[in-house]
């Protein structure tokens, strides 16, 4: 009966350095979503997995950020050349068909000094 | 260009009144919103929900009421307890968007409930 969980649970980098944030989704769930949460800002949609179709990838703020899910399970979150306006709690989400409640994980947050 | 706001930043509220946290949002599309509850170092969690045909939905000690024509809804708490204080997020998704539920989040409300 695991959540989402998400790995690590917090990373600080230089700027310029890239970073990969992990999600492993609950068991099951076939759709998967990144979210980001800036300082005093509610949470961005950044992207969308659902099952073997193309992601959804219009949230992503620039092509410094990209994100894979293999397997249609564990997802993970690169972003390349950090910067410091990168910083921010990154959270994984995890839903039972794209329609269903979405299960987040703790977070990860992300400090680009 | 925010489409769903919060402009409460904080509440607090004595245990057993009332807790009323308040959202409004911009995008006519939105069809179906949510509250969810956040306690620091956790994800979201999700609270309750209503779809854009109803005005109201109750769960418990929680309700949403919806008003269309005004673009808010909001969240009541009756009576509120020490164990809700948390940040309490209002979120939206539109039907015709990107992703199924991609949601669009306000940014959140701290509710502080006191003993």
């Known amino acids: 009966g695991a959540g989402v969980s998400q790995s690590p649970s917090n990373k600080v980098t230089e700027k310029g350095k890239d970073v990969e944030l992990r999600c492993d989704p609950i068991s099951g769930h076939t759709a998967l979503y990144w979210y980001r949460q800036s300082l005093g800002q509610g949470l961005e949609f950044l992207i969308y997995?659902?099952?073997?179709?193309?992601?959804?990838k219009s949230g992503l703020p620039s092509d410094r950020f990209s994100a894979e899910r293999t397997g249609g399970s564990v997802s993970t979150l690169t972003i390349q050349r950090t910067q410091q306006e990168d910083s921010a709690v990154y959270l994984c989400?995890?839903?039972?068909?794209?329609?269903?409640?979405?299960?987040f994980g703790p977070g990860t947050r992300l400090t680009v000094t | 260009d925010q489409q769903v706001k919060q402009n409460s930043p904080s509440l607090s509220v004595q245990e057993g009144r009332i807790s009323i946290l308040n959202c409004d949002y911009t995008n006519s599309m939105f069809d179906y919103f949510l509250w969810y509850k956040k306690y620091p170092a956790e994800g979201p969690t999700f609270l309750i929900s209503i779809s854009s045909i109803k005005d109201k939905n109750e769960d418990g000690r929680f309700t949403v009421f919806l008003n269309k024509s005004a673009k808010h809804l909001s969240l009541h708490i009756v009576p509120s307890q020490p164990g809700d204080s948390a940040v309490y997020f209002c979120?939206?998704?539109?039907?015709?968007?990107?992703?199924?539920?991609?949601?669009?989040f306000g940014s959140g409300t701290q509710l502080t409930v006191l003993p």
């Open positions: 997995f659902q099952g073997n179709s193309a992601p959804d």
């Open positions: 989400a995890s839903s039972l068909g794209g329609y269903g409640e979405q299960y």
């Open positions: 979120a939206a998704s539109n039907p015709y968007s990107g992703s199924a539920r991609q949601l669009t």
